[in-house]
């Protein structure tokens, strides 16, 4: 089944959903390799953005008027969409956000300043991005907890051994990323929430990255919470969402006050709202969700299983290709990844390397990748990566391997 | 492909191959670290100035090609100088870095190699880190490590 599945993957007809794909970069056709920064985003998504605002622009939850209730069936139903392709229990379990760093602070700011105290200890790993690791460092400098740091091999596989010696009952909380952004490791997110559940510890998972490579089942994984981003997800910038088990949301304190996320006001007693609006004060992005929503409805139709099936050949034959060039080498090697890839060249530093394949038209990401303590615990300073996705084909890592080729002839 | 050898010009190459001045001077009478978050790139350097003239700098640190040049370039172009005349260089040298592409250049004798970096917007904080951190070197307050964000 999973072989029919992969031969029959169309990305001639999903490249031509995207417009920018056929744009052209200093004078040669994109190549866009930059995924795990953002993806671009298919005409159903940008049809959705300039429908919402040509003929459903109005406020959600707030007026008995025609447009305002168009608007908010659209919200909902975008709400409801990721719902079912999160596998959430129910919608509420959804809450919008900006992005998954908004999601994950959400979670320090309200659970976390709730049940986290004094000599409490906080699990991150060391393929953490910035964004799930400066709020549990915050929360932890605020309640004299802890942050401790489950280690990794050098090829970015984590060492579950060491895992399993600091969980204890003073692990409070881990906070474990599915996907890294830097390395491009999958962690096995499940056995870890298992063994987190077992100490008692309450776990958030960052798949900001995991999102868009591969089938998330929430209720599966059995998670507390999940963060996503919708720019990743080939939605608009500005949305996200945070998935949370419907009793620990509604256990939670509120943060951010405003309108929409109290039942009622007087200047001695405020109440709030039930879940999800409870944590979505002020006007949300309303656009934004609808989007959001409909990105979601197009992977589906595409299914994830299918897109990654795909991405899994396309990382094979880059790591293959990417191996062939001389003075290479690949930073990130754990048994299971997704389509990124991390690398360095001799003599040759990433920032210089992504300029000079920029004007072949191949945008990668160079640098630290907001991943600082990746590189400090590989000693190297930077990398270039490129992080594919579903609309890339072979030709564009041959493309790469030919400018990477022509950066080598620059550099003598 | 020509703004790309601009940019990368043998001088260049030449100069992140076998930087000048890379060592540590000790004791030195200024000590600074500089960093740019961005991509990585890190160095320090180390001034001795006496009577307002900087007798001795070196540099030590990692980065791309662009920034080791153009600290290496640096090193050369104010060694021998007053703080004043380094301060000077440092404003003409980042009108070069940061004028828009055709318009007339400032006369800087051998850092002209980095006028290429204009063409490339992303570029010029790389080539402006070290003369960053040479000013937060020479400045009276004490600084903490300068970065280019």
Redesign the interface.
Known sequence: MTMAIAISFDVDTIRADFPILASSVHGKPLVYLDNAATTQKPRAVLDALTEYYTSSNANVHRGVHYLSGKATDQYEQARASIARFLGAAEPREIVFTRNATESINLVAQTWGRANIKAGDEILVSAIEHHSNIVPWYMLAAEKGAALRVIPMFDSGELDLEAFARLLTSRTKLVAISALSNALGTVTPVAEIIRQAHAAGAVVVVDGAQAAYHMPIDVRALDCDFFAVTGHKLYGPTGIGVLYGKAALLEAMPPWMGGGDMIASVTFEHCTWNVIPNKFEAGTPDIAGAIGLGVAVEYVSRIGMDRIQAYEQELLAYGTDALRQVEGLRIVGTAPRKASILSFVMD??????LG??VD?EGVAIR???HCA?PV?DRLGI??TARASLAMYNTRQEIDALVAALHKARK??? | ?S???D??QEVI?DHN?RPHNFRVIDPATAKQEGYN??????LTLYLTVEDGVIKDVAFQG?????SKASASLMTDAVKGKTVAEARSLFDRFHQMITSPPGSALPELGKLSVLAGVRD?P??VK?AGLAWHTLKAAVSEQAAGPVTTE
């Open positions: 003599n040759i530093h990433p920032h210089d300029t000079i004007r160079t640098g630290q600082q590189m300073p930077a620059v550099f003598g | 492909m703004e790309l050898t940019l990368y190459l191959r978050p961005l991509c990585g790139d890190r990692s980065g791309c090609a662009i490339f992303t570029r790389c």
